[in-house]
């Protein structure tokens, strides 16, 4: 049986590219989430009115990669003491948020995210832990962007750690 985790770590190819390296994920789709806009467009998001932020989705297999796992390559992956940026990417989507799907998922995320406060971000983490709500689907040109296209890591290294 699969899970989901959503992650928000900036923009979201760079993000869907990483992750879609790592073993035991078997689908990621790029959207966005956590705001108040209903089917919102890419550039309604970007005119920061939505509340939204952009998110991978991933689909994995618990038996080949565990959600611990995936919260690890998620704070790996972004500086997540960055507040609503990432990179050259400026504005409230760009933010770094989990999206928790159940009580589990929250406390995981959240033990991680308090150990690496502790050992090796001083205190100055602003990922938020959200409940996962509606997540409404990125506009296909931006699903597998950088797989397309060549371009788009963003700020995200080219291959999980």
Request: hydrophobic share 30%; glycine share 8%; charged share 20%.
């Amino acid at each position: 049986m699969t899970q989901t985790a959503i992650f928000a770590a900036g923009c979201f190819w760079g993000v869907q590219y990483y992750f879609d390296q790592v073993p035991g994920v078997l689908e990621t789709k790029v959207g966005y989430i956590g705001g108040h806009t209903k089917n919102p467009t890419y550039e309604q998001v970007c005119s920061h009115t939505t509340g939204h932020a952009e998110v991978t989705k991933i689909i994995f297999d618990p038996k080949n990669v565990n959600y611990e796992t995936l919260v690890k390559h998620f704070f790996r992956m972004h500086d997540p003491t960055q507040l609503n940026r990432q990179g050259p990417d400026v504005g409230d989507q760009y933010r770094s948020a989990i999206f928790y799907t159940d009580k589990r998922q929250k406390e995981a995320a959240k033990k991680i995210l308090d150990e690496l406060n502790k050992t090796q971000f001083d205190g100055q983490i602003v990922t938020t832990l959200e409940p996962a709500k509606k997540i409404w689907p990125a506009e296909e040109y931006h699903q597998k962007y950088t797989e397309k296209t060549g371009l788009g890591m963003c700020h995200v290294p080219y291959t999980p750690v």
